[in-house]
């Protein structure tokens, strides 16, 4: 039984001052050489946390921008930059690591019943390369920037534009390496490191997204990683790869960008859908409704996400028939999606359900990863392309898709482990307050960019036609919202850190061995080596939440 | 202070005016497209509510009362799985076949269509009439007429698109892309560049004029230039000293261009390829890759003596020996 190793894993008594791995060393040196994945799981937080801010400033002033038509603040030449830095920033070093990086570490070896991943130097050695990736593209930002968007198209990028493209190639390259070696490690460990009575089925659901986020992550990254090179060795050597004008092909850039760029997608949503089937079994105490179409549809989206990528390209020259058949793999890969979808509702019917702030950001989640994937299907949809590709029809799509989905997954997922991270509970109210706030600012922020686009707006303009202006006031008033949003959980999750309720080992009375330690954990994870007898999500032996919230 | 709240309200009020939630459609196929696109709307608003709203039914009928008992077990139910694979499978079996056949359509220019010349530079649209007009940011077109527009770029990636009309097409050096349209009444429509291009991106656009065809006619009387592009072509031909080779007289060094355009040209390996734009640019810039059966490989290559404007001139030119050729044979 599960409820023993619960009992054994706990300190025998309260009253002793607790240790724990946020405890049981100080100094900067314990942590900047910790082996441990929890406080690496922490370092990443704090090194995305700052990339998001950065990334965040970007939007901000990209949004006062297009306040008015001409421009309300800056010239065209850095709109160019805060873009590219938005786009560079949120999608390399803000959502590829986001939910992995951080709740991953943190979280496989605990869910799995493991006393650390497989390769914990290995681990330690990923945040480093990111790291580095990181101050190289901070560098870039504050010594001039890069104007060629995040998707570096040649030959633009390689013989035309003026900024520093090569380093920030380079940035990205080198921030690959980190994605690689943290796949691999959780691969290695998810096969490797289950707790006995551990089986493939009884796996979380959040693991088995990981596992094939990891996959894309081993098998997508080195095409980036050659394809910035290439790029690099083009712009500072002259050799003729992607310029026509040195006897390059501009579209085989294109081919290799979006092979790993589509998939790239995946790596961000997958993630955020297994935090997702974690808080809705939580917050309804059901079992998930149709486990193993959950746990496949992951590996079939990590599979097809491979094969979809010319639909970036339906205007690009690209031949008709190429167009046909991404066309249909790409509607294809919107059936596993909706199959979720399907699943994590039909998981609340009979359920017991609160809704304390995790439970927002899922249902939230879930809200706008609909509409993020149903518009997905205008894009897939090869006449209306045509017309909406390259439009503010693409952006607020993919920000419905990214933020919508994956930001407010990894919103939801931090609230839902941060006691068990920090063994501290937030004000509630607070929290369910701001994800309130962030829900309609970013419905008021990218849903009036659906029109835009329809209307035939282009993306990345830093001038428009002045008929366009009421919508793009809209947008921005919305992004003003939207940053209130995040702003107040910034304020109450640092003041928790210090004043909150101090949290049991499971103060949502959920399912899952990482609720069966305390809080915050050992270093060492498990006093015992937990035995798993019983499937994922048997909420018949949960024990009740400590504190009920209706 | 008042007066800032009063600007606000004065632009706001301002902007409702212009508010519209669809864009002009002004071309043949803009109708087709918006269909697909409405029925696309209609499936994303019946599945956003009913998901919406099975959520918020749940929310309230299944929200925790403390002591009420309820059945952590789910029994999950392959009927439904299968239905909520297959039901949206369909839809999108449906959707695809719909717009494919329609982008298939229209993909391919009708044989009788007006061709005009299009060059992306940063960041201008340099457009050219084959009657002789040029123009910078601006395209005039007659109505009712097929218009297919050739295009290529003198440096980076641009894209030709025209709201209006639901066409769109990156444009791309050292190649030629081609979209066509039929625009189905008169108006000015914006023509926007839709790939990033650099730093006035935002600034290279322009108009789209679609005049009846008398006022296009008389439009094209009063072009400055009353040179064609096939005459400009073919004094460049001479100028370049192309005839030296390619002239009219049997023992020319390489093939004679008369009658070449659009027909089927054997290679030294065997193949054949149709003499069209792309091969001619090819032939002029990059005569080394091009080998034609029965003649020695010596052409020296153009690349940097003409620009994309003059190697259009010369396919123009010999295009029109093409035309000349099949008239005096008739």
């Known amino acids: ?550 | 202070m008042m007066g800032l709240t009063q600007f606000a309200f004065h632009s706001m009020a301002a902007a409702w005016l212009q508010f519209s939630l669809q864009p002009p459609a002004a071309s043949s196929i803009a109708k087709n497209v918006d269909e697909v696109y409405y029925f696309l709307t209609g499936v994303t608003a019946f599945f956003t509510v009913l998901i919406f709203s099975i959520i918020f039914y749940f929310m309230i009928k299944y929200r925790r009362r403390p002591g009420k008992p309820h059945d952590p077990e789910t029994h999950t139910s392959m009927f439904l799985e299968l239905s909520w694979t297959i039901i949206p499978s369909l839809i999108c079996v449906v959707i695809f076949v719909w717009s494919s056949a329609l982008f298939v359509r229209n993909s391919r220019p009708p044989a009788n269509s007006r061709e005009i010349f299009v060059i992306g530079k940063q960041w201008m649209w340099h457009i050219q009439h084959p009657e002789g007009p040029r123009e910078i940011d601006a395209l005039h077109v007659p109505v009712g007429e097929n218009i297919k527009l050739t295009m290529t770029s003198q440096d980076v990636i641009h894209g030709f698109y025209i709201p209006a009309f639901r066409v769109k097409k990156d444009v791309l050096p050292g190649r030629y892309t081609s979209v066509w349209f039929k625009a189905d009444r008169t108006g000015v429509f914006h023509l926007f560049c839709s790939q990033y291009c650099g730093t006035n991106h935002s600034e290279m656009i322009g108009w789209i004029y679609v005049m009846s065809p008398t006022d296009y006619a008389a439009w094209l009387a009063q072009g400055e230039q009353s040179e064609s592009l096939a005459q400009q072509g073919a004094r460049l031909f001479t100028q370049l000293g192309c005839d030296s080779c390619h002239g009219t007289a049997a023992a020319s060094t390489g093939p004679a261009l008369a009658g070449i355009y659009g027909k089927p040209e054997k290679l030294a390996d065997g193949s054949t390829r149709v003499v069209d734009d792309s091969f001619l640019r090819q032939a002029i810039l990059t005569p080394s890759t091009i080998h034609v059966a029965g003649y020695p490989q010596i052409m020296p290559t153009f690349t940097g003596q003409v620009n994309e404007e003059q190697v259009l001139q010369l396919i123009a030119y010999v295009k029109s020996l093409g035309a000349q050729e099949r008239t005096n044979g008739q």
């Not at chain 1, 025998?12 to 049981?24: D, G, I, T």
């Not at chain 1, 059936?335 to 017991?352: E, Q, R």
């Open chain 1, 1 to 550: 039984m599960s409820t023993t190793a619960t009992v054994e894993n706990l300190p025998s008594s309260s009253a002793e001052p607790q240790v724990n791995y946020l405890n049981a060393r100080y100094g900067v040196r314990s942590w900047l050489l910790t082996l441990d994945h929890k406080r690496i799981g922490l370092l990443y937080l704090g090194t995305i946390t700052l990339m998001f801010v950065v990334g965040g400033i970007a939007a901000t002033l990209m949004r006062l921008n297009l306040i008015e038509p001409q421009g309300a603040l800056v010239e065209p030449e850095t709109y160019n930059k805060l873009f590219s830095t938005h786009g560079i920033v949120m999608v390399f070093f803000f959502l590829v690591p986001s939910i992995p990086a951080t709740l991953g570490n943190f979280l496989i070896p605990l869910m799995i019943g493991a006393r650390d991943v497989a390769f914990p130097k290995l681990n330690l050695m990923s945040w480093y390369i990111f790291v580095t990736g990181c101050v190289l593209m901070l560098y870039v930002v504050c010594t001039g920037g890069v104007d060629t968007g995040w998707t570096f198209y040649p030959p633009y990028s390689s013989s035309y534009a003026h900024t520093d493209v090569f380093l920030a190639a380079m940035a990205i390259f080198i921030a690959g390496f980190s994605s690689i070696l943290t796949g691999m490690n959780f691969v290695v460990t998810i096969h490797k490191m289950r707790a006995p009575g551990m089986t493939w089925f009884r796996l979380p659901l959040f693991i088995w997204s990981l596992y094939a986020t990891s996959i894309i992550f081993v098998l997508g990254t080195p095409v980036i990683a050659i394809t910035l090179l290439l790029l690099g060795v083009e712009r500072l050597l002259h050799v003729g790869i992607f310029d026509p004008a040195l006897g390059g092909d501009p579209l085989l850039f294109q081919h290799m960008f979006w092979f790993y760029s589509h998939p790239a997608v995946y790596i961000m949503v997958l993630p955020s859908m297994g935090v997702i089937s974690e808080l809705i079994t939580a917050f309804s105490r059901k079992r998930i409704f149709g486990y193993s179409f959950v746990a496949f549809s992951s590996l079939a989206i990590a599979v097809i996400s491979f094969l979809v990528w010319g639909h970036h390209m339906f205007v690009s020259g690209q031949s008709v028939y190429a167009g046909l058949v991404f066309s249909v793999l790409s509607f294809l890969v919107a059936i596993p999606s909706a199959v979720k979808v399907f699943n994590w509702t039909a998981t609340l019917y009979k359920g017991s359900i609160s809704y304390e702030a995790p439970m927002l950001y899922a249902l939230g989640f879930i809200g706008l990863f609909t509409i993020g994937g149903l518009t997905g299907l205008f894009l897939a949809s090869l006449s209306t392309d045509v017309h909406l590709n390259g439009t503010y029809f693409v952006v607020a799509h993919f920000h419905y898709v990214m933020v919508g989905g994956a930001v407010m997954a990894f919103m939801g997922g931090l609230h839902f482990w941060w006691p068990k991270i920090t063994g501290r509970i937030y004000p509630d109210l607070w929290a369910r307050f701001a994800a309130l706030i962030i829900f309609v600012g970013f419905n008021l922020t990218f849903f009036p960019q659906f029109v835009l686009g329809y209307l035939g707006m282009p993306r990345r303009y830093a001038m428009y036609p002045a008929e366009f202006q009421a919508l793009n006031v809209l947008s921005s008033a919305g992004a003003s919202v939207l940053a209130v949003g995040y702003v107040i959980p910034l304020i109450y999750l640092f003041w928790s850190l210090k004043y909150g309720e101090v949290a049991g080992p499971n103060p949502w009375g959920a399912k899952g061995l990482e609720w069966t330690t305390q809080s915050p954990p050992l270093t060492e994870n498990f006093l015992k080596t937990p035995i798993v007898t019983e499937e994922a999500y048997s909420y018949e032996t949960a024990p009740e939440p400590e504190v009920v919230r209706v």
